[in-house]
């Protein structure tokens, strides 16, 4: 059983920062892509930040320069930096991995986490 566990949510006035962190547990036997992504009350769920595997990290438009995606490979954990928070940033912010297990080797689902709320508001 795989699972992903977020944290470090929670209110930030505008302009303040938060780090989100995401942590993935389990019979894990290889990680090939992680990622946050955000759904505000009434819209659709969107990408925030991705970490492919050998790959540069890539931004949504709206947060290039605000945020910044990590990853700790040994600690099978995603790091989400969001520094100048803005209101619309307000959303429940989800952690996405694709990963194989110990006996599937092969075979890569994606798994999410149970998102962690963030609100910016004065």
């Known amino acids: 059983q795989v699972q992903l566990v977020e944290s470090g949510g929670g209110l930030v006035q505008p302009g303040g920062s938060l780090r989100l962190s995401c942590a993935a547990s389990?019979?894990?036997?290889?990680?090939?892509?992680m990622g946050w992504y955000r759904q505000a009350p009434g819209k659709e769920r969107e990408l925030v930040a991705e970490?492919?595997?050998?790959?540069?990290?890539s931004y949504a438009d709206f947060v290039k320069g605000r945020f910044t995606i990590a990853r700790d490979n040994g600690k099978k954990m995603v790091f989400l930096q969001m520094n100048n928070l803005k209101p619309e940033d307000t959303a429940v912010y989800s952690c996405?991995?694709?990963?194989?297990?110990?006996?599937?080797?092969?075979?890569?689902?994606?798994?999410w986490g149970q998102g962690t709320q963030v609100t910016v508001s004065s």
């Open positions: 389990g019979s894990i036997f290889d990680i090939n892509y």
């Open positions: 996405n991995a694709k990963i194989s297990t110990v006996d599937n080797r092969w075979s890569y689902l994606h798994y």
């Open positions: 970490i492919i595997s050998s790959r540069s990290p």
